[in-house]
């Protein structure tokens, strides 16, 4: 994924399932599972991707750059894949939260404040 | 079982996903579910099943760049258009579903009668061995199936080499075996089998064991019999504890050694067996004596399973090398002189036998394919129909396909949400369709009676057959709208949606009702056929007054008469039969005419040359036959007492034609295997013999006592004064004992059963007439609706200028005319082709008579003017005023 350029146009937004997963790895290697786990948790239980899906999104991910397959851990099961944020991922990730606090912003100025018609 | 599911759909995902992540999936799914596990058996379900529909979509949207979403909110599209116009929906439903229920019905019949392979491993590698030419076999043939006797059988197991292993076998219908059980007593389905019978059709025990090569040696008694699973179920039921016990049949002790598997039923297509024992076991068990020894006697039906590498054509060529030998050492010694050379020149062959036996086949296998082809017709008139309703639909819809276009819809997308509303339909009639036929299959087989047993699955070849069928349905009905669909339409058209009859599809619309009616005229014709050939077999003079006579088939085994006795036994029941209050007249027969079984024998008159020997019928009756069938006297006498064991005759017409006789009575004949001559002492005009098709055929009736009759049954005509006699013939047979069965049934019925196929044929095909008439109503009736709305304007002006209603009326109905005599002209030439195809199955008519073709015609014409005259009504009461308000 090349470096965002600051004049250039915005970097595309990731779905809120991608983005749950980048934030689930931002603490380090994880796999399949784990991952499914804790984007639910972080999500407070709003998204819980089925096995398929959320295999798609890493895949993706990976194809994108976001991710890259690591080696696991000693002693796990073999059949575990692990996956680990990479520099773009982390760019990603970042530039996302940007994205999106941009949009509290003008949500804030634009939209009435709750309450208010 | 869920992992099982789960990895077989991962394995539908090949390429990124499944590659290197496959076994991580695996991992994955397998935890939660064991999670889901945890909180009940309903949360692990649902996340089963959530987890595997996923997977589906996704191997969808892998292979084949479609997002499952976007197809899935077509889908709700098409459902929700379809909910929103239900009288359409029903229709079409309702079409469908008789459409390919009717279809699917006469399909599992016909799969079952005549395509489906014997339930046994490699079936294809079985042929059945027959004569070449049955017809030329003298003696006695007691098999409706391809005969041998059983010398020739012996002969043929110990010389063939062209064939892993042969097999033979009897059924039991000639003399049935009866089952006695706790006092009481039934008759079973049996089969005399060689002892390899079920090792070469591969058929494993399921409880004991099945007979083997030593269980069938001469003189071997009763070594035990081997029940079949459904009868071990229904009459022992399934309890294993039956392998050692022993039961009665005909009042024999025989040991039951094993229940053969699940699923087999026999080698004869609608006669499953009950139980199944040795052939040598006849000597004890068969009515008849000599049978095993007998050359004469054509009872057992022989199979062979073929090599691995062999063919039939090869197997041919070794039986017609083996023929001579195996007829050379079977040649009966008491065998006619002149018959010798033609036995001699017998020859074996071997046919596929992959489908077993069928008498079924020989009856209701042409009457199938034509009804197979029938209900093809109506699936095809079904669907056109079915596109004329849905162009009038989206004729309508128009506008909002030109709005949808406008605001960015793609054609694809357009094209795909109106195949997805006939792909619903078409499943939806599918579904009905299933149903459909199982009550339709009920119905037939319940219509065709008898203690017919034919096993009609739902299995996936079914489900296959009517996926595909519902699929070319849509396809037929479905692509029309979809191609309308694809074009576009400009939205500033002034008309667009708000006139059914507007648009490019009006005139294909015109077609389409064109095709509904050369349909319906074929399938009207096929029932003016069919109806025709019943009531023409109906109106057959039979030579005999058939009404008020019953027939009682007398059961008198159990009693155990010796031969000697039965003449006397048979006599004193007839006279109480006679006694009975409300009989008439009675007489005992040989033969029922029309139920199935006959002999036959061959005459010269006495002292001619018995070269110019011919063939005739015979039958043995009492006296009193005459009178209780109503068959009058031409000349002579009929038999009397004391005729009985007498050699003497009453001829028929055709029989005293023949011969040449001019004055019968007196003149004496020569039966070939008979001692001494028989004296004509009266005749008779021709009666029916086998059944209503058949010419008048020479018949001799000779008195009954004449000959040996073994048969632990006697059957009786009585003729009645009062309607019900039953019940007291009954009484009468009892008190001679009461262990003596009878079954009474009207012989009309006798007749009636004869019929049945075609009765099933005149049935089927005039509803199908019926229905087929109605739709063309019903389509030709929407066109000139549509029409007369599109013509509104014009017929306005008309009227405003001075014409009349009358006028109105006459060239509404004349389009309609038009459309109805081109629709008739091509189907007139479509069923005259076909009707050659159908000549073996009529009687009594041309099937390309022009005047069968005229009534049909006449018949739809009317139906379908009938129900244009409601559109030409309306025409004719259009106001000037108001059609030309909205020009």
Known sequence: MPRQDKDGPPPPALSDLAFHILLALRDGRSHGYEIGQRVEELSEGRLDPTTGALYQALRRLVEEGHLVPVEPPEGVDARRKYVALTDGGRRAMRNEVQRLARLLKVAGREAPAPGRA | ?887
């Open chain 2, 1 to 887: 079982m869920w992992m099982a599911i789960y990895r077989r759909l991962l394995a539908l995902i090949d390429g990124p996903l499944g590659e290197g992540y496959g076994s991580s999936i695996e991992e994955t799914f397998e935890r939660r579910l064991a999670e889901a596990r945890a909180h009940g058996r309903w949360r692990h379900l649902q996340v089963a099943f959530r987890e595997c529909f996923a997977l589906v979509g996704l191997a969808i949207s892998e292979r084949r760049g479609w997002r499952l979403e976007i197809f899935l909110e077509d889908a709700r599209y098409a459902l929700r258009g379809l909910v929103r116009a239900p009288g359409f929906t029903l229709a079409a439903l309702v079409i469908l579903g008789l459409g390919i229920g009717a279809n699917t019905a006469i399909y599992q019949l016909f799969d079952a009668v005549s395509m489906r392979s014997l339930p046994v491993p490699d079936a294809q590698e079985l042929a059945i061995v027959e004569l070449a030419d049955a017809s030329r076999v003298e003696g006695r043939r007691a098999t409706r199936h391809p005969p041998v006797s059983n010398p020739v059988w012996q002969q043929f197991r110990s010389r063939q080499n062209m064939f892993r292993a042969v097999l033979a076998w009897g059924n039991t219908d000639f003399s049935p075996l009866r089952l006695g059980q706790d006092g009481e007593s039934l008759v079973v389905r049996g089969l005399f089998v060689s002892g390899e019978f079920f090792s070469v059709l591969g058929v494993d025990p399921f409880l004991g064991r099945t007979f083997t090569a030593a269980d069938d040696q001469p003189g071997c008694g009763l070594p035990g019999t081997v029940l079949s699973h459904s009868f071990w179920q229904r009459h022992f039921g399934g309890d294993p504890a039956v392998i050692g016990t022993t039961v009665l049949l005909n009042s024999e002790p025989v040991p039951v050694i094993g229940v053969s598997s699940e699923g087999f039923s026999g080698v004869e297509v609608g006669r499953p067996y009950d139980l199944a024992v040795p052939i040598c076991s006849y000597q004890t068990l068969g009515a008849e004596e000599g049978w095993l020894d007998d050359g004469m006697t054509w009872w057992l039906t022989v199979m062979g399973r073929l090599p691995a590498d062999g063919t039939l054509q090869a197997a041919n060529a070794a039986l017609a090398a083996l023929s001579p030998s195996i007829f050379e050492a079977t040649l009966p010694a008491d065998y006619r002189h002149d018959g010798v050379e033609d036995y001699l020149s017998l020859t074996l062959r071997a046919v596929p036998g992959e489908g077993g036996v069928s008498v079924l086949r020989g009856r209701y296998g042409d009457p199938l394919v034509f009804l197979l082809a029938t209900t093809g017709l109506v699936l095809l008139l079904a669907s056109t129909t079915l596109a004329n309703l849905i162009l009038a639909r989206s004729s309508a819809r128009e506008h909002e396909l030109a709005l949808r276009r406008a605001i960015g819809a793609s054609s694809a997308r357009l094209v795909r949400q109106s195949m997805l509303e006939s792909t619903m339909l078409a499943a939806g009639g599918a579904a009905g369709g299933l149903l459909l036929a199982h009550v339709l299959n009920r119905v037939l087989l319940g219509f065709l009676g008898g203690g017919l047993s034919l096993d009609l699955p739902v299995d996936l070849r079914l489900v296959v057959y009517i996926a595909a069928v519902a699929a070319l349905v849509c396809l037929t009905f479905g692509v029309v709208p979809a191609w309308r669909a694809s074009r576009p339409v400009a939205v500033e058209r002034p008309d667009a949606g708000r006139n059914p009859a507007s648009g490019r599809g009006f005139a294909f619309r015109k077609v389409l009702v064109v095709s509904q009616v050369a349909l319906s005229l074929v399938l009207v014709f096929g029932a003016v056929l069919f109806t025709g050939t019943l009531a023409n077999l109906l109106a057959v003079d039979l030579g005999f007054d058939a009404e008020g006579v019953l027939v009682a088939r007398v059961d008198h085994d159990a009693l155990r008469i010796p031969q000697q006795s039965r003449v006397t036994f048979k006599q004193d029941l007839l006279d109480r039969i006679r006694s009975a209050p409300g009989v008439a007249s009675a007489a005992e027969v040989r033969h029922v005419p029309m139920g199935g079984t006959g002999s036959s024998i061959t005459v010269w008159l006495d002292g001619a040359d018995p070269a110019g020997s011919q063939p005739m019928r015979l039958n043995r009756v009492s006296a009193g036959y005459l009178q209780t069938m109503g068959i009058p006297l031409i000349a002579g006498r009929d038999f009397g007492r004391s005729d009985l064991g007498q050699a003497v005759a009453i001829v028929n017409r055709t029989f005293a034609g023949r011969l040449g006789l001019g004055e019968p009575v007196g003149a004496r004949f020569r039966v070939e295997g008979w001692d001494g001559a028989l004296e004509i002492v009266g005749v008779v005009p021709d009666t029916k013999y086998f059944d209503l098709r058949e010419d008048f055929r020479p018949i001799a009736f000779v008195p009954t006592g004449l000959l040996p009759d073994p048969r632990p049954h006697t059957d009786f005509m009585i003729r009645s004064t009062t309607g019900d006699v039953a019940a007291a013939v009954r009484r009468a047979i009892r008190e001679v004992s009461p262990q003596i069965r009878a079954d009474i049934r009207p012989f009309d019925q006798t007749i009636r059963d004869r019929l049945l196929p075609e009765r099933l044929m005149a049935t089927l095909a005039g509803f199908f007439g019926a229905l087929a008439a109605l739709i063309a109503a019903v389509g030709l009736y929407g066109v000139m609706s549509s029409l007369v709305q599109r013509r509104r304007s014009e017929i306005g002006v008309r009227m405003a200028l001075g014409s009349t209603r009358v006028k109105i009326l006459a060239m509404v109905l004349r389009q309609a005319a038009t459309l109805l005599g081109i629709g008739c002209a091509a189907g007139s030439v479509l069923a005259l082709a076909g009707a050659g195809m159908v000549r073996s199955l009529v009687f009594g008519l041309e099937p390309r008579s022009i005047s069968a073709i005229g009534l049909t015609s006449l018949l739809l014409g009317v139906v379908a003017t009938a129900a244009c005259c409601i559109p030409a009504a309306r025409a004719a009461s259009v106001a000037p005023r108001d059609a030309l308000r909205n020009e």
